[in-house]
């Protein structure tokens, strides 16, 4: 399997641009999840989808941020208009769903890094 | 909620020599136990998770962590670190009972000085 894949690895953009993350969890998994980091504040959990459904977004940080899971294999997390305080590093990550032997492993894309300026 | 403290913030250590990288938790359930590794530039990896069973879990790269549930403790160690291991070591909770939001600790930054 190639991974979680993310896509742009590297995005610049204005002040007010619309700006969408991509990202494709490895197949079979039932989890997906969004994160943020920066040297503030760490390693942030945006929000999650089990099978396809959010569960929660409880760390989006405004109504500027929104993400999707139109199908197992997609989800986007968009950024609209963005501001310079956005600029961060945002990972997706996926995860085996319920069952008896899994692991709890959660699989890191690569990251984007995204600079707003 | 679970709550997670990794002690230091940086450690630096020298070539060959032992580290320990130390995790508290705090947490009125159960949990689930990992050490994740990230390197420059790359997307967070597990090192090892302590599920249930034996408190002393190998992982990978010859890192091994102990639980200690009366000091609600996590500790990693490693006997002899490379230069490669050089990277932040994340320490992160997930309750048994819940769905599967991991909490991850503000981690700890390695640097191995050759």
């Known amino acids: 399997d190639a991974g979680v894949i993310q896509s742009p690895r590297h995005e610049v953009t204005e002040m007010g641009q619309e700006v969408t993350l991509r990202c494709k969890p490895i197949?079979?998994?039932?989890?997906l999840f969004w994160y943020r980091q920066t040297m503030m504040r760490g390693l942030e959990l945006l929000i999650y989808f089990n099978n396809n459904v959010p569960i929660d977004d409880s760390g989006m940080p405004e109504d500027r941020f929104s993400a999707k899971m139109p199908n197992a294999s997609f989800s986007t997390l968009k950024i609209q208009p963005s501001e310079p305080r956005d600029s961060a590093v945002y990972f997706c990550a996926s995860s085996e769903g319920q069952g008896r032997g899994r692991t709890y492993e959660q699989y890191f894309g690569p990251g984007t890094r995204l600079t707003v300026t | 909620a679970q709550s997670v403290t990794q002690l230091d913030s940086q450690v630096p250590v020298f070539e060959e020599a032992p580290v320990e990288l130390r995790c508290n938790y705090s947490s009125s359930v159960s949990v689930y136990l990992f050490w994740y590794v990230q390197y420059p530039n790359q997307g967070l990896q597990l090192l090892l998770k302590?599920?249930?069973?034996?408190?002393l879990v190998k992982g990978i790269n010859g890192f091994e962590a102990e639980f200690n549930k009366s000091q609600t403790s996590f500790h990693l160690r490693k006997p002899s670190v490379h230069i490669s291991d050089t990277a932040e070591y994340f320490c992160a909770v997930k309750r048994i009972t819940s769905y599967d939001k991991v909490i991850f600790g503000p981690g700890t930054s390695l640097s191995v000085i050759p």
């Open positions: 197949s079979g998994h039932d989890y």
């Open positions: 302590y599920l249930s069973g034996s408190t």
